[in-house]
């Protein structure tokens, strides 16, 4: 994106792609965050479960938040986002490609910025939408 | 009792809602850079630019800044076990970016907090909490509105 860059709505952003969601990365992101669920750093705890989630760990809801993140900041720059809101309605699992898609659904000024209001997704190609909801990022 | 948890006694319906409106001591938290580091990496993306913090530091940011932590908000709930909480939704707002190795000052509540059912029946308890992050000039620079399901009795 450049500063000559036009924008409508009904643009589809440029994906960004999770080639495999990593364990290891959960295990990291549980000792950052504190969180001492055991779905994310222990397979067996995840089997044990009545879900049929085999031996996998569970990735964080900020750590697939993240990559939706990361796909809005290659495409407007780190610093767009002004506000983000997720909803989790299936579980992103260790082992999977995932892939963060969007859409620009309105364009509007705001507090002297340009916003694309946006709908964005987190996908999986036979699972469909594990994350979904909304974004407003600054185009500079 | 759930895998990996000790299952807990319901609580009682008032004890829930009287949840609504409790404010956490509130405090300060840092993003190091070194964390930072890790943070972004565990997204898989490279280092962001000019100091700033990867956007979703705004989850343990005000969890950890406001006095509480992941696990005090299980137990604030009474979840039945670490296994038994389920997200709805997290609504974050960015006034300025976050930057590393900045001292924000953290306040925190539970907005709401509710008994419902599922569609199959279940109880469960919804919870939201709302943190409020600012600037060390004390401006606003980002809220995080957090929403939890405490399920009862489903794993």
Redesign the interface.
């Known amino acids: 994106m450049n500063g000559t860059a036009t924008y409508a709505v009904g643009d589809v952003l440029p994906e960004w792609v999770m080639a495999e969601v990593s364990a290891e990365r959960m295990r990291t992101m549980a000792a950052l965050l504190r969180d001492p669920n055991p779905l994310h750093w222990d397979r067996n705890a995840v089997a044990a479960l009545p879900l049929g989630l085999g031996h996998r760990t569970i990735n964080q809801g900020p750590l697939g938040l993240g990559y939706l993140v990361n796909m809005l900041h290659a495409w407007a720059g780190a610093g767009c986002i002004r506000r983000i809101t997720m909803r989790f309605p299936q579980v992103v699992l260790d082992g999977e490609r995932v892939v963060a898609r969007g859409v620009i659904t309105a364009l509007r000024e705001e507090r002297g910025e340009r916003i694309a209001q946006c709908d964005i997704r987190l996908e999986h190609a036979e699972r469909g939408i594990l994350l979904e909801g909304t974004a407003s990022v600054a185009l500079r | 009792m759930s895998?990996?948890?000790s299952a807990r006694p319901l609580p009682s319906q008032a004890q829930i809602e009287a949840l609504a409106g409790h404010v956490f001591p509130g405090g300060h938290y840092r993003i190091a850079h070194w964390?930072n580091i890790?943070?972004t990496?565990?997204?898989?993306?490279d280092p962001?630019?000019?100091g700033?913090a990867?956007?979703?530091a705004l989850?343990?940011l005000p969890i950890?800044g406001s006095g509480t932590?992941?696990?005090g908000m299980?137990a604030l709930g009474q979840a039945e076990s670490?296994?038994s909480?389920?997200?709805?939704?997290?609504?974050?707002?960015?006034?300025i970016?976050l930057l590393e190795e900045v001292s924000y000052a953290v306040t925190g509540r539970v907005n709401s907090a509710e008994r419902c059912r599922n569609p199959s029946g279940k109880i469960y308890d919804r919870i939201q909490f709302c943190f409020e992050v600012f600037t060390p000039q004390q401006a606003l620079a980002a809220r995080s509105t957090v929403t939890w399901h405490y399920t009862r009795d489903t794993?």
Do not use: Q
Not at chain 2, 41 to 45: D, E, S
Not at chain 2, 85 to 95: D, K, L, P
């Open positions: 895998p990996g948890g964390e890790l943070l990496g565990c997204t898989g993306a962001l630019p000019n700033l990867h956007p979703i989850f343990h950890a932590s992941i696990a299980f670490d296994l909480i389920m997200i709805e939704s997290y609504e974050w707002e960015f006034f970016p794993l």
